[in-house]
Every structure is written in C-alpha cells, then in structure tokens.
C-alpha cells in the first residue's frame, strides 16, 4: 500500500471564467496532495497505532481532503470511507485509492475498501446490509489555524456520530500551543491581511478547545496526545504553494490579491529558511480521543 452589466456579458464572462477557475482549483488541490497534506503523516500514524487500528476496522474520515489519512488506515487493513466538502481533493483521493488497489490486485474489491462522498451524501455512508457501524471517526484537519474554524465540525460530527456503535472514539485535532508552532508566525499573515480580522485572524488554540467541542457534540473525552508535525519544504516556492492550499489564506486574497500575499508569506518564512534554501518549521499537534454516546 502507498501511501482536493447584462445578462449577456455576464453569460460570456461566465463562460470564460470557468476553466480558469476550475484549472485554479484542480491546481491548489493537488498543491495540497503533492506538498501540504503529508505534514500531519505522524499525526495519523500516532492515532492509528494508539486505537489499533487494523484488518476490519470501519474508519469514517471526515474532512478526509485527498485521501493520505485514509490510505495509511487502508494500507493497515482497514475498511474506509472519506468525507469532504472539496471535490477537486475528493477526485484526487478516488485517485489515489484506485491506484493503491490496481497495484494490489484488488480492483474488484474497491467498493469494500473505500468509499469517497461528498459532505452533501454523508447519508450514503451510513451502515447497511453488509456494512456493520464505524470503529473509528476521524477529523484531522486541526482547528486554530483561524478563530472560528470549530464551528464547522459541529454539523459534521452531528451527521458522523450516529454511524457509529456506542463509544466509539472520535479524534478531533488542534495546532499546539504558539510558542511550539513555528508556523505560527506565517498563519497570523493571514488574519493580518483578512477582510475581517477580528474575526478571522489567527487565534491561538486554547487547552481547551477540543474538549469544548467534543462537548457540544455529546462526546466524552477518553484521552488525548501531542504529535511533532514539522513542516519541511524543498524550497521557498513549494512552501508557499503548500500553506496557500490549506485554505486559510483565502479571505486575505480576496481582500487584497494573491501576489500580495504570496509575498507576506514568503516573508514570513525567512526566519525558517536553512542555507540549503529548504524551508523548516517545527510544531507541535494536539489530539483528543472521545467516545460516542
């Protein structure tokens, strides 16, 4: 196993925009998949070895982006499903999963192996004939990046909890405190420049945070970790591509433009450039393990 003026006018440039906008997105997407999305690999791994997870284990990813999370579950033996509101990441995802069963010979097993859904379709993923409830929900993509990314998981987790047996862990996941971040300093770019950044800017995860949330989706909180996540870039240019695919720069782009903050990003990783020109960022992750009521 291997390892996102008049009606006419606006008609015409509809039509034109489309494929720009499309081709931005398939792009940024695949920014994602190639550069960014490997940087939490030791947060999978280290959630995967505490739950045990193994042949048989149901995994529902939610947010599951591309697809590496569910892939390192699947190369364990694991049954798994992928949710995730991004259809470019989701192709890529359906990409990678074919392409690991093609090498495995297991083409003909796909639809017990994998199933990818839009956030929209997270019904289908629910247990039915020959498929018994989730073991484990996932949902990676850490808050704290920007104030008020919570608030999302909540109708996620809403949606996911009834899929699963009774206490069955869910894994919810943060930045670690500021001072253990040395990315921390590029994501405040982001609320620096932002329409709204009193609102939006960044805001240092607090303790707490992954229990509040658990709480407010009726979970139990059974345990919790830290993961060193450096993020480590081959040059200046690979690294910012990769932290503009996380999303969290999007409202200081539209605010502003993209070369604008292509170039505060760049600044901000002076600190963390070595002599070689590769780019080095040390953090810390945070991780909490509940159980489903």
Not at 71 to 84: H, S, Y
Request: charged share 25%; glycine share 12%; proline share 6%.
């Amino acid at each position: 196993m291997t390892r996102t003026l008049g009606r006419h006018h606006q008609q015409l440039s509809n039509t034109a925009t489309a494929p720009a906008v499309s081709a931005e997105a398939g792009a940024r997407a695949r920014d994602w998949a190639e550069i960014q999305e490997r940087m939490l690999v030791p947060l999978y791994e280290a959630v995967y070895e505490r739950l045990e997870v193994r042949s048989g284990t149901r995994v529902l990813g939610l947010g599951c982006g591309s697809g590496l999370a569910l892939l390192l579950a699947a190369a364990r033996g694991a049954r798994v499903t992928g949710v995730d509101s991004d259809t470019e990441r989701l192709a890529l995802a359906r990409e990678r999963l074919r392409a690991d069963l093609e090498r495995d010979g297991r083409t003909d097993r796909a639809a017990d192996t994998g199933t990818l859904l839009p956030v929209d379709r997270m019904a289908d993923a629910a247990p039915g004939p020959g498929r018994s409830p989730y073991d484990l929900i996932t949902a990676f993509q850490p808050i704290g990046s920007v104030a008020g990314d919570a608030k999302g998981l909540g109708p996620a987790l809403d949606e996911a909890i009834p899929l699963a047996r009774r206490g069955t862990p869910v894994v919810l996941a943060a930045w670690g405190p500021p001072e253990r971040c040395a990315t921390d300093g590029v994501l405040r770019v982001a609320g620096r420049l932002g329409d709204r950044p009193r609102r939006g800017a960044r805001r240092p995860g607090h303790r707490d945070d992954l229990e509040e949330v658990a709480a407010r989706a009726g979970l139990k909180p059974d345990g919790s970790g830290r993961v060193a996540c450096p993020f480590g870039y081959a040059d200046q240019e690979s690294a910012v591509r990769g932290l503009l695919s996380t999303g969290v720069f999007d409202g200081a782009i539209r605010t502003t433009n993209r070369r604008l903050v292509e170039k505060e990003i760049g600044e901000a990783l002076h600190p963390h450039l070595r002599r070689d020109g590769t780019v080095w960022m040390p953090n810390v992750f945070r991780y909490l393990i509940a159980r489903t009521p």
